[in-house]
T-cell receptor, first 108, second 117 residues
Framework: LAKTTQPISMDSYEGQEVNITCSHN???????ITWYQQFPSQGPRFIIQ?????VTNEVASLFIPADRKSSTLSLPRVSLSDTAVYYC?????????WGAGTKLIIKP | DAGVIQSPRHEVTEMGQEVTLRCKPI?????LFWYRQTMMRGLELLIY????????DSGMPEDRFSAKMPNASFSTLKIQPSEPRDSAVYFC???????????????FGAGSRLTVL
């Protein structure tokens, strides 16, 4: 199972774009990259998933280089409510390893 | 859709007591997961059901833990007897797994916070 490495914490300011990079050197051919967000006292919530290149939805973009050994979650124009822990997961089917996540703190 | 529903939201019990956590997955989902989250160990997969059948229970800590899924709309996680080290937030999640491409997208419940004194 592929393990991921991401920064423990990050700070940013309201209105800024935030990029969180995740390293997954041992990603397998069938593996997808998925990001979740977790607020205190809540369960993780799905943000975005991708296999290669770029994926965009209404809340975020996911950039995946050709070698797929890393990925970057991009949050445009963050607000205070984006303060949360962000998890990067790599896997297929049900086998996912949850790392410690990145604690993102947005300041006014 | 009400999402994944877990009960109770909070449980405080004494060591040695039986604890039962309940989960109602999203209708139509064919897979159900029980996770445990602690500060020290993060999110750990305890057990995974597919079509009501336990597929992987390798994460269940020991025999004190058991999980059942009698039908597609209900699952329980039981701890008997409970110990202080079982204190954690227990999450249930459900998913629709397709045999085609793509990884699971899990929908989590709000969690059950268990405190064993």
């Amino acid at each position: 199972l592929a393990k991921t490495t991401q920064p423990i914490s990050m700070d940013s300011y309201e209105g800024q774009e935030v990029n969180i990079t995740c390293s997954h050197n041992n990603i397998a051919t069938n593996d997808y990259i998925t990001w979740y967000q977790q607020f205190p006292s809540q369960g993780p919530r799905f943000i975005i998933q991708g296999y290669k290149t770029k994926v965009t939805n209404e809340v975020a973009s996911l950039f995946i280089p050709a070698d797929r050994k890393s990925s970057t979650l991009s949050l445009p124009r963050v607000s205070l409510s984006d303060t949360a822990v962000y998890y990067c997961l790599v896997g297929s089917n049900y086998q996912l390893i949850w790392g410690a996540g990145t604690k993102l703190i947005i300041k006014p | 859709d009400a999402g994944v529903i877990q009960s109770p939201r909070h449980e405080v019990t004494e060591m040695g007591q039986e604890v039962t956590l309940r989960c109602k997955p999203i209708s139509g989902h064919n897979s159900l997961f029980w996770y445990r989250q602690t500060m020290m160990r993060g999110l750990e997969l305890l057990i995974y059901f597919n079509n009501n059948v336990p597929i992987d229970d390798s994460g269940m800590p020991e025999d004190r833990f058991s999980a059942k899924m009698p039908n597609a709309s209900f699952s329980t996680l039981k701890i008997q007897p409970s110990e202080p080290r079982d204190s954690a937030v227990y999450f249930c999640a459900s998913s629709l797994i397709n045999t085609g491409a793509g990884a699971n997208v899990l929908t989590f419940g709000a969690g059950s916070r268990l405190t064993v004194l």
